[in-house]
């Protein structure tokens, strides 16, 4: 199946200070990329969707100023968490789309933050 | 109402036994239906896809009725590696990518 990857897989990291994650397609084009995030016990929930070459959809409550995702090629999407506090201490995972699997989402292994 | 909302559970179970998970999802207009495993501190992966005349993978057997928007997941024979948290996954409308997840049902099967 297709294969995601994201960097770092743990970060911890001071209040105040930003932090990127990237999101790689390793053997598909992917137009469209989402970043979840996940709190302890608590559902995935979609934070964005990510498309080639366009601005980022965020979803409601979402904001975008501290939360920037950059989709810059078909196989890399980032998301930056700028100057993070310990509330953004979560599980963040993206996943990619692969067109030719309609509708199927193949995700990331996952970034664990922590925000101290 | 959440759009998805499952079993609280958890469920703990011996090695063999019979398990089924429920789901109800708000949004008449979805159209693609998922169960998905989630191992502890791991991401999500695809179990199965549902199809309106349901279907079945070895064990695992998924159901979907449209008309009261409800989706079930049996396993059957449980093993050991079948311990993981359940998440029911629709799309979040008609023709849209967009995934909504439900919180999850935790099972454990026990030796």
């Known amino acids: 199946g297709a294969v995601v990857s994201q960097h770092p897989s743990r970060v911890i990291c001071k209040s105040g200070t930003s932090v990127k994650i990237e999101c790689r397609s390793l053997?598909?084009?992917?137009?469209?990329m989402f970043w979840y995030r996940q709190f302890p016990k608590q559902s995935l929930m979609l934070m964005a969707t990510?498309?080639?070459?366009?601005?980022?959809?965020?979803e409601q409550g979402v904001e975008k100023d501290k939360f920037l995702i950059n989709h810059a090629s078909l196989t890399l999407s980032t998301l930056t968490v700028t100057s993070a506090h310990p509330e953004d201490s979560s599980f963040y995972i993206c996943?990619?789309?692969?067109?030719?699997?309609?509708?199927?989402?193949?995700f990331g292994p996952g970034t664990r933050l922590t925000v101290t | 109402r959440k759009e998805v909302e499952q079993d609280p559970g958890p469920f703990n179970v011996p090695e063999g036994a019979t398990v089924a998970f429920n789901c109800t999802y708000s949004?008449?207009?979805?159209?693609?239906f998922f169960w998905y495993r989630q191992d502890c501190r791991k991401e999500p992966k695809l179990l199965m896809s549902?199809?309106?005349s349901g279907n079945e993978d070895g064990r695992f057997t998924a159901q979907l009725n449209r008309a009261s928007q409800y989706i079930s997941l049996l396993i059957r024979d449980s093993k050991l590696s079948d311990s993981a948290t359940y998440l029911c996954?629709?799309?979040?409308?008609?023709?849209?990518?967009?995934?909504?997840f439900g919180k999850g049902t935790k099972l454990t099967v026990n030796p």
């Open positions: 996943s990619a789309t692969d067109r030719a699997s309609s509708y199927e989402q193949y």
């Open positions: 053997d598909f084009q992917a137009t469209t």
């Open positions: 990510s498309n080639e070459g366009s601005k980022a959809t965020y």
């Open positions: 949004n008449s207009a979805s159209q693609s």
């Open positions: 549902v199809y309106s």
């Open positions: 996954v629709v799309n979040a409308q008609g023709g849209s990518e967009k995934l909504v």
